[in-house]
């Protein structure tokens, strides 16, 4: 069920750049709020929509390097009301069934695990910590169709001014009693 969550948000995320800058025209009856934008953030860039009645604040960067060359490579970092830190990586193609993509930064690997053509954090606040000490995040990963490995590199500058953001246009919400 989270990944499927998190593929449909990926989903919306390629056309971000652009839905977050329009506006409706004056006088139009309130839609189903679209993304906005909440800053650019160097290689980074923040914002929120509402899904479901509730907030989704999400960061997120393009991959600077890809090999084999493709589009739609997108590293992202999600916080929900329920959840926080959700890492995924939209790769551009699907992933064969039951692979495992390893995100680097620095010396420390991070596991991912794959639905679709996406792959998520297993621990999103170890990633989210690497990703604040970092300086790239290089994932490796199986290539379509399973023959060789496909290598991707994100760029980290920016991160840590791109999560603040995101944290604080959703805060954690306080411990149920």
């Given at each position: 069920m989270r990944a499927a969550i998190l593929c449909l948000a990926l989903s919306a995320l390629v056309a971000v750049p652009a839905i977050a800058q329009q506006r409706a025209p004056a006088g139009a009856a309130p839609a189903q709020q679209g993304p906005r934008r909440l800053g650019d953030f160097q290689d980074w860039i923040a914002a929120v929509h509402t899904e479901a009645g509730q907030k989704v604040c999400y960061a997120f960067t393009r991959a600077s390097r890809s090999d084999p060359a493709r589009d739609g490579v997108i590293l992202t970092v999600t916080h929900r009301a329920a959840s926080r830190d959700q890492v995924a990586l939209s790769?551009?193609?699907?992933?064969?069934?039951?692979?495992?993509?390893?995100?680097?930064?620095?010396?420390?690997?991070?596991?991912?695990?794959?639905?679709?053509?996406?792959?998520?954090?297993?621990?999103?606040?170890?990633?989210?910590?690497?990703f604040r000490g970092g300086a790239n995040a290089v994932a490796r990963g199986?290539?379509?169709?399973?023959?060789?490995?496909?290598?991707?590199?994100?760029?980290?500058?920016?991160?840590?001014?791109?999560y603040d953001a995101i944290s604080q246009e959703c805060p954690a919400s306080p411990p149920r009693r």
């Open positions: 790769a551009g193609y699907a992933y064969p069934r039951n692979a495992a993509v390893t995100v680097a930064v620095g010396s420390r690997e991070l596991p991912f695990y794959t639905g679709g053509n996406s792959a998520f954090a297993r621990d999103g606040r170890a990633a989210v910590a690497a199986p290539r379509a169709g399973g023959r060789g490995t496909a290598t991707d590199t994100f760029s980290l500058t920016g991160f840590s001014a791109a």
